[in-house]
């Protein structure tokens, strides 16, 4: 984990989760269902925070999210609601809570729909990885965060989304100097 490394300019060379989750996790190219939801229900909680606060986090929203089991989360009723917002663990807002469990159904509604989640995104963007790392949204981004919010989910604003396809490789956007490119 040497800082000589050169590697993408955000990345907090102080945190050592940081690192690890930029050297062998961020835009590498994921497709299972279980890590694309993973990391959609832990994008949405990024709204309006760091991702590095949210990642900081993430053992602690493992436990409490069952390891993001889907069956599970989909029938959290408000006992467990009610826990997950008393855990100083994971990041506390009653309506990314709600949001949590909403989009988990609707995600397991497309996965039933397209036969898994990538199908689905592929009708987004295609079977490629796209690179580029200059944006913050793209027309991509835009038009699958206004599906998903037709779709009824929240906090998958464009930023969001485009964050998203990143962090699951869809968009590998290292930087031109990271030697993880």
Not at 57 to 65: H, M, S, V
Not at 68 to 93: A, C, P, S, T
Request: one cysteine or more; aromatic letters at 14%.
């Amino acid at each position: 984990m040497s800082s000589e490394i050169k590697r993408c300019s955000w990345v907090n060379l102080n945190n050592p989760k940081y690192i690890l989750y930029h050297d062998n996790e961020w835009s590498k190219f994921r497709v299972d269902d279980k890590y694309l939801f993973e990391m959609l229900i832990l994008e949405s909680f990024q709204a309006g925070l760091s991702w590095e606060c949210v990642l900081n986090k993430r053992d602690n929203f493992r436990e409490a999210y069952d390891d993001f089991d889907i069956d599970k989360i989909m029938n959290y009723d408000e006992k467990k609601q009610e826990e997950l917002y008393n855990n100083k663990g994971i990041v506390r807002n009653r309506l990314k809570i709600k949001a949590s469990i909403k989009n988990s159904i609707i995600f397991n509604d497309i996965v039933l729909e397209y036969g898994s989640f990538y199908n689905y995104l592929k009708t987004f963007c295609g079977d490629k990885i796209i690179y580029e790392n200059d944006k913050t949204t793209s027309d991509i981004s835009d038009r699958l965060s206004k599906d998903l919010y037709k779709r009824g989910m929240r906090f998958v604003g464009s930023v969001i989304i485009y964050s998203y396809l990143q962090a699951v490789g869809i968009i590998n956007s290292h930087d031109d100097c990271c030697v993880f490119k």
